[in-house]
């Protein structure tokens, strides 16, 4: 317990100090009018106030992202409290202040031009089709995950399969809604309760923690996998852990999200709290689950609420919600989970359509434009589910390559930011976001080539990873090397 209240609090700091300068860094102009002013459309370009914008924000980034991926993360050991503290402050925070508060100076630019702004046209043709396909399988895994514990929550014709597939058609019917009307109407309206849930079942499970008090393996226990006999054997810690928990340490799918509030967002000034807060809060939301999940597979929390020690994400949740909570307490926390992913899901197949009208110049103002963007895009998420939901290891397969892609995506964002930092402002403060993006570069490659693919031997790991990290240190330094000569020469002309 000890490791996990200094994380909660290394988080807390991280926001104010860390948060504070990387603000000062990129420097908000409070007077400076934002897209939501100058482009206001009723539709997506729509002044909000500030505490709805963190609500929409926050409620947006934190899927089962922080959740799931924290309860298979913390089989790692506390390992997994380093990866969220350190990747949130240094990572994933920046990560998110960054997309928004680019975004905002671009006009409220979606992520494929701000990556071709500032990595080149080919970049931006790549980044199209890939956060496109990103977001399709957000959708349907933010389809998948909650339709899984709202079948056990509450069951339809007798359950199990049946049930799972009724809720994934009412989860996918308001993603059609969502989708289509102005941000407003159905967003704007309905997060504010879903993050009502979502925090309480974040401070009832940390309530519940300091209660127990129980016995958690800590920083000096070691940082080793811990858990080979509960799914995790064979993994090391580099690369999986950092892409098992993807959305409560760093997330690329942020980066699409954060352009959708710097459409809302009134002040500059509000970036910090917005972008860099709500990606603190979805750490300390990770925090509590993987410390909850440690007390559940490493000192008796899975037989406490009558289950087992090999039980998936989804079970842990349901289990300990309704152990620890009760029947009231346990449906607040379930609607909080249930909330989190589909609160994530419509706004990804929203990003989507943002993406697409925007690569087609196709005007957003009437509903019918919107609905032919959306309908390939509600096609391409149903098709997923259908091949995927007929599989009993669907929802593995398709979590399995979203945590890749995840990251992947990230890496995009934090080499724009290194760029844009390198061009905008003077002094090394490139160094910000060069080394998480040579350290994502590492991860998300290694990932791929030894985990994901099997294309090397596990042996190759550690080399991998160490060649792909500098690697991208010596290519980003012959860039910067050549673009200051090639400035050079056109000052002399």
């Known amino acids: 317990m000890i490791s996990f209240l200094l994380s909660v609090l290394a988080l807390i ?13 990129f420097g908000p ?21 500030t505490w709805k914008v963190f609500m929409i924000q926050f409620l947006n980034i934190a899927g089962t992202g922080p959740i799931f991926g924290a309860i298979m993360g913390a089989k790692f050991g506390p390992s997994a409290y380093l990866w969220i503290v350190f990747g949130c402050i240094f990572a994933g925070a920046v990560h998110d202040y960054f997309s928004g508060m680019m975004s905002i100076r671009h006009g409220g630019a979606g992520l494929p031009d701000l990556v071709g702004i500032y990595l080149g046209p080919r970049a931006k043709r790549i980044m199209l089709v890939f956060s496109v396909l990103l977001l399709l399988l957000v959708g349907a895994v933010f389809v998948y995950s909650p339709s899984i514990i709202l079948g056990d929550m509450a069951p339809v014709g007798g359950g199990g399969r049946t049930s799972m597939l009724f809720w994934a058609g009412i989860i996918f019917i308001y993603y059609i809604l969502a989708t289509l009307l102005p941000i407003d109407k159905i967003i704007g309206k309905i997060y504010p309760v879903f993050a009502i849930a979502l925090i309480f079942m974040a401070l009832a499970l940390m309530a519940g923690l300091i209660a127990k008090w129980p016995s958690l393996p800590e920083f000096w226990d070691g940082l080793q996998n811990r858990a080979p006999s509960v799914g995790v054997n064979g993994q090391s810690i580099f ?22 509030m710097a459409r809302c967002i009134r002040n500059e000034k509000l970036g910090r709290p917005v972008f860099y807060g709500s990606m603190i809060t979805e750490g300390l939301v990770a925090l509590i689950w993987a410390a909850v999940s440690s007390y559940f597979f490493f000192d008796g929390g899975a037989a ?16 300990v919600s309704r152990g620890w909570l009760g029947i009231f307490g346990g449906i607040l926390a379930l ?44 096609i391409a998420v149903a098709l997923l589910l259908r091949f ?51 350290f994502m570069t590492s991860v998300v490659t290694t990932f791929f080539f030894v985990s994901k ?30 673009r200051t000569r090639i400035l050079k020469m056109k000052s002399t002309k």
Not at 13 to 25: A, D, E, Q
Request: with cysteine; glycine share 8%; net charge positive.
């Open 13 to 25: 700091l991280g926001y104010i100090f860390y948060g504070g300068f990387i603000s000062r860094v």
């Open 388 to 438: 995927n939901m007929s599989d009993a290891q669907g929802f593995n397969k398709i979590w399995g390559w979203f945590g890749w892609a995840n990251q992947a995506l990230s890496v995009f964002m934090l080499w724009t930011a290194t760029i844009y930092l390198s061009k905008r402002k003077k002094g090394k403060y490139y160094i910000l976001t060069l080394i998480p993006s040579s």
């Open 239 to 260: 690369p999986c852990l950092f892409i098992t928990i993807a959305c409560g340490a760093i997330s690329g799918f942020h980066a699409t999200q954060s352009p959708m």
């Open 304 to 319: 406490e609420v009558g289950s087992s020690i090999s039980a998936q994400a989804p079970e842990v949740v349901t289990k």
């Open 335 to 378: 609607l909080g989970v249930v909330a989190a992913p589909i609160t994530s899901g419509d706004t990804a197949l929203r990003s989507a359509r943002l993406i697409s009208a925007d690569f087609l110049k196709i005007d957003q103002k009437r509903v019918r434009n919107r609905l032919l963007t959306c309908l390939p895009i509600f």
């Open 453 to 482: 693919t099997h294309l090397l031997p596990s042996s190759w790991t550690s080399f991998l990873g160490v060649a792909t990290f500098l690697a991208s240190l010596v290519l980003f330094d012959l860039w910067r090397i050549r």
């Open 29 to 49: 102009k409070p007077s400076r009018p934002t897209p939501a002013v100058t482009k206001a459309d009723g539709v997506d370009f729509i002044p909000m106030p």
